[in-house]
């Protein structure tokens, strides 16, 4: 009877690390697919507010440049959209057109 009990009791033990080995791998797994979800929705809403940020950007450059002036509301507006932009790896043109602004007649 006691050998059978050890036996038992081996079984049972293999069967429990078994199953716990099992369940620490499905649970890492899902946790590596919430994770690339997670990072790649972060992606795609930087790439958004970037892609939002440069439009609003170009359009209050273009607006003051039509107008010959740019007023000091809409020169701090540009500046502080232009630092998150940046901030964000936001680059290129926008640089350019946010600098002739800051060099702009003010009205």
Request: proline content about 0%; glycine content about 10%; aromatic content about 4%.
């Given at each position: 009877m006691d050998i059978i009990g050890e036996l038992i009791t081996e079984q049972a033990v293999g069967a429990l690390f078994a199953a716990a080995t099992?369940?620490?791998g499905f649970l890492c797994g899902t946790f590596a697919k919430r994770a690339?979800?997670?990072k790649d929705?972060?992606?795609?809403?930087?790439?958004?507010?970037?892609?939002?940020?440069?439009?609003?950007?170009?359009?209050?450059?273009?607006k003051c440049t039509d107008r010959g002036y740019v007023?000091?509301?809409?020169?701090?507006?540009?500046?502080?959209?232009?630092?998150?932009?940046?901030?964000?790896?936001?680059?290129g043109t926008i640089?350019?057109?946010?600098?002739?602004?800051?060099?702009?007649?003010?009205?």
């Open positions: 099992g369940l620490l690339k979800k997670a929705e972060e992606t795609a809403i930087k790439a958004g507010l970037v892609a939002l940020l440069r439009t609003h950007i170009i359009q209050e450059c273009d007023h000091l509301y809409n020169l701090e507006n540009v500046n502080d959209m232009y630092e998150v932009y940046h901030n964000l790896g936001g680059n640089t350019g057109m946010v600098q002739v602004l800051n060099k702009m007649k003010r009205g």
